[in-house]
């Protein structure tokens, strides 16, 4: 079989502000691995619920100059899904950052998603192994706490590697679970 170059798809874009934006280069290994331990832990948590998780291919409608590709989204109100993907904010959005994505991430999707309603909005860094949190606060997203899986000879005796979500008084979520590898390096 012939190596065969990967050609961008257009149903892979996201537009922003308007603006089409080719999601390329797809995804490493590890960033989808993040996103699905994710995305694994809220389904988990959420089986029986009304409330349930989307992860990454569902396209997220914030408005008709806005259209994402979130990682995670987790969603209260079902009114919002049809067929061809969520239609207004969900009440969590996960981007599980790349070097071609950040200043996306932290930029124009954060202003975009927190005009919209989204509650909360977590930036997961792979390499770095740290979750950005950020709440809804007068009509904005702003950040809340930034969590950092440090290596065991760093911790202090005080060092917790779990964190809550704002949605759920009893969630508890731990960056060792988010960042575990499937296989050794």
């Known amino acids: 079989m012939k190596y065969e170059p990967f050609e961008p798809d257009k149903s892979w874009e996201e537009v922003h502000n308007g603006e089409v934006i080719p999601l390329y280069p797809r995804p490493t290994v590890f960033h989808n691995w993040v996103a699905a331990n994710i995305g694994f832990q809220f389904a988990c948590y959420l ?10 291919g569902t396209a997220l409608h914030l408005s008709e100059k806005d259209r994402f590709f ?35 991430d932290r930029g124009y999707k954060l202003k975009a998603y927190g005009a919209s309603g989204v509650r ?9 192994e740290s979750v950005e949190q950020y709440f809804r606060k007068d009509g904005a997203l702003e950040i809340a706490a930034v969590h950092t899986l440090l ?11 779990t964190f809550q979500c704002s949605l759920y008084d009893d969630l508890t979520l731990d960056l060792e679970d988010i960042f575990s590898k499937m296989i050794p390096d």
């Open 120 to 128: 909360e909005y977590w930036i997961v860094d792979p390499v770095g």
């Open 151 to 161: 290596p065991e000879d760093l911790r202090e005796e005080d060092y917790t590697t």
């Open 47 to 56: 089986k029986g619920k009304d409330d349930y998780e989307i992860g990454f």
């Open 70 to 104: 979130p990682d995670v989204m987790v969603i209260r109100n079902r009114g919002n899904c049809k067929p061809q993907g969520i239609f207004g904010p969900p009440d969590l959005v996960v981007e599980v950052i790349a070097p071609q994505t950040a200043l996306r």
